[in-house]
């Protein structure tokens, strides 16, 4: 059926998250053939070209710490470009460049979104939200979706199926409790190898985001049930100021996100595409970035044909224009 990729089973279901791979190159977990060469037209909605996926994610005060029953401080993105993990003790520096995304870069951004009334995706971590609530009722008030990014901004590969399970009811109730909606997207980040299928049997969510395979939705099974999949971006993204090999500063940004814009819109001539923009407070927040951020907008907004989107409203557009097989 138009809209549908093939169907690709989840590790867990055939034994290779156990490293049981199978010989028969026939029978294997991945897909790594999507739609080929023939993708469905998505027809979004007024004949636009392009659907934008702005997200931005709001993680300060879900990181790791000592403060929150870690072993350790944490050391990823965030400049604090020689952070090391500090075993039983804080990072002071590490911590203020997450506090500079509560205090200042969440309010920078959302006004940033407001002054051009482009709506977007907030991948919301649960403690984050807990710790935040006003910050996200506000994001919330604004129009945007809030997205469960995960209970803790960690690694969920090493983490039991149990206790991810406990994560995500938990980050639903947070969200639930602050917004007054139930949350119908997900996205974990640093997922394992049981997450899409906790999702699934949550039976709660429209899709999730742990994916970055394709330029549109899809559909994958999970134990025999139709999930669709609305794939995220990490080269559209602004971790990459922090990452190697990364932006040095805001014009790199702008310059590799407007490419990307550019060859989509171009190409949607024929066939719409999907364009994902991630953003951090604590990253595009900061001035010289949060600049870059304000002309990506505009220079999209000055396009005829531009859907901007939150995943929510991607994900109810194509389970009505393409429903599964």
């Known amino acids: 059926m138009t809209g549908s990729a093939p169907c690709a089973s989840p590790d867990e279901e055939t034994g290779a998250a156990a490293g049981h791979y199978p010989r028969d190159v026939t029978d294997y977990p991945r897909d790594l053939a999507g739609y080929g060469a023939n993708p469905p037209h998505p027809r979004w909605p007024g004949g ?3 659907a934008v996926s702005v997200v931005v994610n709001w993680e300060e005060g879900g990181e790791t710490s000592v403060l929150h029953g870690d072993a350790t401080s944490e050391a990823a993105s965030n400049d604090v470009v020689d952070a090391l993990p500090r075993l039983g003790v804080r990072d002071l520096r590490t911590e203020s460049m997450f506090e500079y995304g509560s205090r200042a870069g969440v309010w920078r951004l959302r006004r940033i979104l407001a002054a051009r009334g482009v709506p977007a995706t907030v991948f919301a971590v649960g403690m984050a939200v807990e710790r935040s609530p006003d910050v996200v009722a506000a994001l919330a008030a604004d129009g945007h979706e809030i997205c469960p990014h995960g209970y803790r901004w960690l690694d969920y590969a090493g983490i039991d199926a ?164």
Not at 181 to 189: A, D, F, K
Not at 198 to 216: C, P
Not at 222 to 234: D, E, N, Q
Not at 270 to 299: F, I, T, W
């Open 48 to 50: 636009a070209r392009i």
């Open 162 to 325: 149990a206790t991810e399970r406990a994560h995500l009811a938990r980050t639903v109730e947070a969200i639930r409790r602050v917004t007054g909606e139930r949350p119908v997207g997900w996205y974990t980040g640093r997922m394992s190898a049981n997450t899409r299928r906790l999702v699934v049997e949550d039976g709660g969510f429209l899709y999730d985001s742990d994916d970055y395979s394709d330029d549109l939705p899809f559909w994958t099974r999970v134990a025999g049930t139709p999930h669709l999949v609305v794939p995220y971006s990490l080269d559209v993204n602004d971790m990459r100021f922090v990452g190697s090999p990364g932006f040095a500063h805001g014009g790199d940004f702008f310059s590799y996100a407007r490419d990307t814009f550019d060859q989509l819109y171009e190409e949607g001539a024929e066939l719409p595409r999907m364009m994902s923009v991630g953003l951090h407070c604590r990253l595009a927040g900061r001035p010289g970035r949060a600049r870059a951020v304000a002309r990506l907008l505009d220079h999209i907004a000055g396009h005829d044909g531009v859907w901007f989107a939150r995943r929510a409203d991607i994900a109810q557009h194509w389970i009505k224009q393409h429903p599964p097989r």
